[in-house]
Structure formats: C-alpha cells, structure tokens
C-alpha cells in the first residue's frame, strides 16, 4: 500500500480504500449464527407469577463430566410490573422441575448435555452474583455472546423476584456448547 495518501482531500472529504470486494468479499456471522447453524445453540424458558416469597428461578447446570463448556448467548424475558429485580448467579442450588431444552436449529437433533429447572422458591447454597438490576415493566434482552462461561460442575442462575403484590413475569437463558 505504497504512496496512498493518508490525509483528505477537499474534493474526497473521507479516505477510503475498498477491501470488502466481488474478488475478496468479507462475511461476517454471529458466534451464535455459527452454532446454530451447528445445531448447538439452545434455549430454555419459564414464565410464572412472581412474590417476595415465590421468585421466578430458572437455571442451566454443566453436568460434570460433560466434557463441554457452556457459552452464554443472552438472557431475556419480561416483567408485568415494574420493580422486578433480575439477579444472574454463578451457582446456587435449586430444587425444581425439569425444563425442556429448544435446539434453535429446528432441523438438528443434536441435544443439549445441560440440565435445566426451573422453580418458584428461593436459591440456597453460596451463589454468587453475576449482575443484579431493577426491571422496568416490559421485555429485556442481555446480550452476553459468550462472555460467560460455564464450565462442567457450575450452574448459570436466573431470578426474578418481586416485593410488592404477585405480578406476572418470564425469562429465557439462551447458551451455545461445545
């Protein structure tokens, strides 16, 4: 790239060089378009009525021994009301019902080797917080693509808990896995 010019020019305001072209075209994709394409990109979701004593709580465990890392796409869901606080743990023990796991690549029949529950009692053990917020009525989205990693033997928590009267909310924990 010998003698371009590196400062503008009254009559081309804006340097450019095109290196995005026909002969060499740059593709861009998503870590999370890549594993679904994959067919290991999977989601779980769980909706309830939420009171101070009652939290919405959803969690995915990395079984030990699975041989595989979970990598946390995004958690999303909604409140009815506001004043809902999300709290994400590391850990934590839940006693609760199995949920059913969606591989996101409809034509795959690959599964996912995490465990989900979900429940509507409080978490016990020693958690650690990951993030806590106060939610607005309405939908949120936290996009995490992969930051979070969850190795064999931990566990990603979701909370939702509400002190004021019983109010309706959900939430969804998206994760690739390999």
Request: net charge neutral; glycine share 8%; charged share 5%.
């Amino acid at each position: 790239m010998a003698n371009y010019s590196i400062f503008n020019q009254i009559d081309n305001p804006l340097y450019t060089q095109q290196v995005n072209t026909y002969i060499a075209p740059g593709i861009d994709s998503t870590p999370e378009g890549s594993a679904s394409k994959a067919g290991m990109l999977f989601s779980v979701n769980f909706s309830s009525n939420v009171t101070a004593p009652s939290p919405l709580v959803l969690q995915v465990t990395n079984p030990l021994g699975s041989g595989k890392n979970m990598y946390i796409s995004r958690v999303s869901g909604s409140s009815a009301a506001a004043a809902i606080v999300l709290t994400i743990l590391k850990n934590g023990t839940v006693s609760g019902s199995a949920v059913t796991k969606v591989n996101l690549n409809f034509g795959s029949a690959a599964v996912s080797v995490m465990t989900a529950q979900s429940a509507t009692a409080a978490v016990t053990g020693s958690p650690a917080t990951v993030e806590s917020m106060l939610l607005a009525a309405g939908p949120f989205v936290i996009n995490y693509t992969g930051r979070i990693i969850v190795p064999p033997n931990n566990a990603l928590t979701v909370t939702c808990s509400h002190t004021g009267s019983s109010t309706a909310a959900t939430a969804s924990i998206y994760w690739w896995e390999y």
